[in-house]
Antibody, heavy 119, light 107 residues
């Protein structure tokens, strides 16, 4: 069974940093591209970042470019999102998603982890 | 960025009703169109990819259609477990963008 388990969400002050993790199981993690998608309270879905299966290619939303870094450790079946200079508008539930293939898009989602940026 | 516009934003329907949600892209997306279902307090669930292909385990009451810039999600016979918010997404180019969502409520 495919599972994605996020962790690392917390209450942090504006300007501080946080690192999210997502551990995949039930599939060959190193063979899949991955994404982070977030959802602010009561709002819709917003794509945040993408990483290729090897980690060689990444993409970011304009809203997080230069502040967030997506990375992965295939040996540990893990995906990460390093977030710095956090702002109130980064407050959201962050989901990791698996991409079955480029032409398929996301097929599995984790349960999400809540990041709250507030003083 | 490609803008995705869903309509309606919300709808009320009865058990057994046929429900249709539309999604319009601001430019062509080469059929890289997905649909997701989200229930309150839960993570989204992937329903459809490439306009009309169902993900594994998704019941056949869900169907997708369309081409070019106009797409549709249809639920053939609404059941209690289908009351949720539905999102379309284009993944043709970066950034992937979502529609604003359509909330399906019980009439």
């Amino acid at each position: 069974e495919v599972q994605l388990l996020e962790s690392g969400g917390d209450l942090v002050q504006p300007g501080r940093s946080l690192r999210l993790s997502c551990v995949g199981s039930g599939f060959t993690f190193s063979s899949f591209e991955m994404n982070w998608v977030r959802q602010a309270p009561g709002k819709g879905l917003e794509w945040v970042a993408y990483i290729s299966d090897t980690g060689a290619t990444v993409h970011y939303a304009d809203s997080v470019e230069g502040r967030f870094t997506i990375s992965r450790d295939n040996a540990k079946n893990s995906l990460f999102l390093q977030m710095i200079s956090l702002r109130a508008e980064d407050t959201a539930v962050y989901y990791c998603t698996r991409m079955r293939a480029t032409w398929v898009g996301s097929d599995y989602w984790g349960q999400g982890t809540l990041v709250t940026v507030s003083s | 960025d490609i803008q995705m516009t869903q309509s309606p934003s919300s709808l009320s329907a009865s058990i057994g009703d046929r429900v249709t949600i539309t999604c319009r892209a601001s430019q062509g997306i080469n059929n890289y169109l997905a649909w997701f279902q989200q229930k309150p307090g839960r993570a989204p669930k992937s329903l459809i990819y490439a306009v009309s292909s169902l993900h594994s385990g998704v019941p056949s009451k869900f169907s997708g259609s369309g081409s070019g810039t106009d797409f549709t999600l249809t639920i053939s016979s609404l059941q209690p477990e289908d009351f949720a918010t539905y999102y379309c997404q284009q993944y043709y180019n970066y950034p992937p963008t979502f529609g604003q969502g359509t909330k399906v409520e019980i009439k």
